[in-house]
Nanobody, 129 residues
């Protein structure tokens, strides 16, 4: 049984930074893809970033150059470093897994459409102007 728990969300001002963490118990980091999805009430879910088992990553155009996804299998943890935050980055951020995922880019699309195997409970990110 895979259990995902996100942490690290909070409230920051425009231009600030946050680092999200996702503890992944029971998950095999050598299989499939992991990623981050965000959702704002009344708006569509968006795949933010994914990372494949071999380390290849993919990002939504809206966060390229500002967000960095990484993982530490030894700590069973997935990370999302978010720099240069903007008000439109606000939302609930979930970590998710998907296997098989074929490529990180394909997983990004799938997770943005709500296709994943497991998802955490989410952590709130609020960016004020």
């Amino acid at each position: 049984q895979v259990h995902l728990v996100e942490s690290g969300g909070g409230a920051v001002q425009t231009g600030g930074s946050l680092r999200l963490s996702c503890g992944a118990s029971g998950y095999d980091f050598s299989s499939g893809c992991m990623g981050w999805v965000r959702q704002v009430l009344e708006k569509q879910r968006e795949g933010v970033a994914t990372i494949a088992s071999e380390g290849v990553s993919a990002y939504a155009d809206s966060v390229k150059g500002r967000f960095t996804i990484s993982k530490d299998p030894g700590k069973n943890t997935l990370y999302l470093q978010m720099d240069g935050l903007k008000p439109e980055d606000s939302g609930v951020y979930y970590c998710a897994t998907l296997a098989p995922c074929f490529t990180a880019a394909r997983a990004l699309d799938h997770m943005g459409r709500g296709i994943f195997d497991y998802r955490g409970q989410g952590t709130q990110v609020t960016v004020s102007s």
